[in-house]
């Protein structure tokens, strides 16, 4: 599989086998997006090839007008004179309406293919595992979405019938030159060597430099979107010199590629327009002298000079269309790239149902990896049963949040099973799974929209009173209420109108309207400040008993307090488990959780 990412990207000059599989890979993404809409397609061809057949008869008849027509009318008939007159009117409407026809087909069809690709790439994106979004920047995916695929918007919306009108008129033109002289035909077709040549030279080199292109364009976006992401570091920091410099290179090296691809253009165009040039030349001068002898008649000729010169019309077109197609080539090979990518997390062929969990979680023999890595998680057995508390410790990097994210199947394990009531994990439906373990994470993210739309974000058709009982239960409604359009209130992009600790409390009523069988709080009380702390923790003691049975809750904390309403506690250390017992029994142990506990009691004081 093609991966995806930084090193692929900057490696704009694959071998030659790769580039072949990408192109089919290419061809392959081109094909399926065509096939729901093949009827049209091919309606919209036949369109254009009629159109370039009624086209290139304007020549012919011009030459039957004058050399048969003419004497006609010169003999006193004049019927082949007006047929003449009528035919090349009807050509001229034909081609009209044709042209007119086939344009807003094209651009139907090209609507059609890009809604279907832009889709299938956001709904690829996110089915992709977490592993995928951690190790890629979201710039580089924002690419695919926007640089990349106007870039194959330009191509279909006119490039394709361009480049498809460009090279049947020129195929119909070649076969109307044949048909009225061949010698001629063989001087034009002769022009095709250098033609082919010229061509072949700068498909190969403008390949490159639109594939660098591609590269550059997205490693602006990347740029850009980190920078503004990290605004208030960079600010803080005042980086704003360093990066506006970073941005220049950039942009510096994105002009550069792009004026090598403009400059290869400007070689390959005027190339093709004195072939051209030339080739109406000799026509000229060797079917004059073939008039003077009588060979050829003067209708004829005249028709083969303008056949000649329209028949290297489409190429400064064909040209412009060119750069469009060698862009677009590059960014389909980006994105093609992208739906190649294979969630690692996959949900199961047959799911075992679980509409009512209640929370017991058993490690059996887990080993866990990240990728190729080394083993993070060494041989792991642990029993939680449904309805404790439970808290996980230890230093950074230990490999608290590792554990919670195999628990709430963000990754797989790489040896052994992860069950929820005794089923794994792996064999759960994705429904199930997510309506069953829910987690809180430190950043508490809010999306665009009211604040009761974010609380109610795994329950959309919980009711006002609902959203507002999930409020007052974490200690989240008095603030809310003076907001100031209370619940209707629009937190804005990541929740700007909403202060750190505010997010986090909208974030624990969002879990608590989930009503989650196992809620797993990821550093999810580190944003609150002291009086925050203790407002919700009577809040979050009402979240994690429920108001029936109670639920499994898996709690990583570096402050303590929230740890000492835990049933148990498990100090994490290289992955292993090396403390397992009640706050207090720990605390009497002197082991490790005894010196974090000090330690968290001296910076009290």
């Not at 093949?38 to 309606?43: G, Q, V």
């Not at 197609?325 to 994105?335: H, M, P, R, T």
């Not at 209370?486 to 992009?493: F, L, M, P, R, S």
Request: hydrophobic share 45%; aromatic share 8%; proline share 3%.
């Amino acid at each position: 599989m093609t991966t995806f990412g930084t090193a692929n990207e900057e490696n704009s000059n694959l071998s030659r086998s790769e580039s072949k599989a990408v192109r089919r890979r290419s061809v392959a993404l081109l094909g399926s997006l065509i096939r729901p809409v093949r009827l049209r397609f091919w309606l919209t061809l036949g369109m254009v090839v009629l159109s370039q057949a009624t086209r290139v008869a304007g020549p012919a008849i011009i030459a039957f007008g004058i050399d048969h027509a003419l004497p006609s009318l010169a003999a006193g008939k004049s019927f082949p004179l007006v047929l003449a007159g009528v035919m090349y009117v009807a050509a001229a409407i034909a081609t009209a309406l044709l042209t007119a026809v086939y344009v807003t087909s094209t651009a139907k069809l090209s609507q059609a293919m890009l809604l279907d690709l832009r889709i299938r790439v956001f709904r690829h994106t996110q089915r992709l595992s977490l592993e995928f979004h951690e190790k890629y920047t979201s710039g580089r995916i924002i690419a695919r979405q926007t640089s990349d695929l106007e870039a194959l918007r330009d191509l279909l919306d006119s490039g394709v019938s361009s480049l498809a009108s460009g090279l049947l008129f020129m195929l119909f033109t070649a076969f109307t030159v044949f048909a009225l002289d061949w010698v001629s035909g063989l001087i034009m077709l002769a022009t095709g060597v250098p033609a082919y040549f010229l061509a072949r030279w700068y498909q190969k080199h403008s390949q490159i430099a639109f594939r660098e292109s591609r590269v550059a364009s997205a490693s602006l976006i990347v740029h850009f979107v980190e920078t503004m992401t990290g605004i208030r570091a960079i600010k803080a920091f005042r980086r704003e010199p360093q990066n506006a410099e970073r941005y220049g290179e950039l942009t510096e090296h994105y002009r550069k590629v792009t004026v090598r691809s403009i400059n290869l253009n400007g070689i390959f165009q005027p190339g093709l327009v004195l072939i051209g040039n030339v080739c109406v030349a000799v026509v000229l001068l060797v079917g004059g002298f073939r008039v003077l002898s009588g060979g050829l008649a003067v209708g004829v000729l005249l028709a083969l000079i303008l056949s000649t010169k329209r028949f290297f019309q489409p190429v400064d077109q064909m040209a412009m269309f060119y750069n469009s197609f060698q862009s677009a080539q590059a960014a389909l090979e980006k994105v093609s790239g992208l739906l190649e990518e294979v969630p690692t997390v996959r949900p199961p062929k047959t799911p075992v149902p679980l509409p009512e969990a209640r929370g017991q979680i058993d490690f059996h023999g887990v080993e866990f990896g990240y990728g190729n890595g080394k083993v993070v998680v060494p041989e792991l057995n642990l029993h939680i049963p449904a309805g404790q508390t439970v808290a996980l410790v230890g230093q950074t990097g230990a490999g608290k949040s590792t554990l919670a994210k195999l628990i709430a199947r963000f990754y797989d394990v790489t040896e052994g099973s992860l069950t929820l009531d005794g089923v794994d994990l792996r064999e759960l439906s994705t429904a199930d799974l997510r309506r069953a373990v829910v987690m809180v994470t430190q950043e508490a993210f809010l999306f665009s929209g009211t604040v009761a739309d974010n609380i109610a974000l795994g329950r959309p058709d919980a009711t006002r009173e609902e959203i507002e009982t999930a409020a007052r239960a974490v200690g989240a409604h008095d603030f809310i209420a003076a907001l100031p359009d209370g619940y209707d209130t629009d937190v804005n992009k990541r929740g700007g109108r909403v202060s750190a600790g505010q997010r986090q409390l909208i974030g624990f009523a969002r879990a608590f309207i989930a009503a989650p069988a196992v809620l797993i709080l990821d550093e999810a009380t580190s944003s609150l400040d002291i009086p925050s702390e203790r407002l919700v923790q009577a809040g979050l003691s009402n979240l994690l008993s429920g108001s029936d049975s109670g639920r499994t809750a898996i709690i990583i904390a570096h402050r303590l307090s929230t740890v000492e309403t835990a049933d148990r506690v498990l100090v994490v250390h290289d992955g292993r488990i090396v403390e397992d017992g009640s706050p207090a029994e720990l605390i009497s142990g002197g082991g490790r959780f005894a010196r974090l506990h000090g330690s968290w009691k001296e910076s009290l004081v």
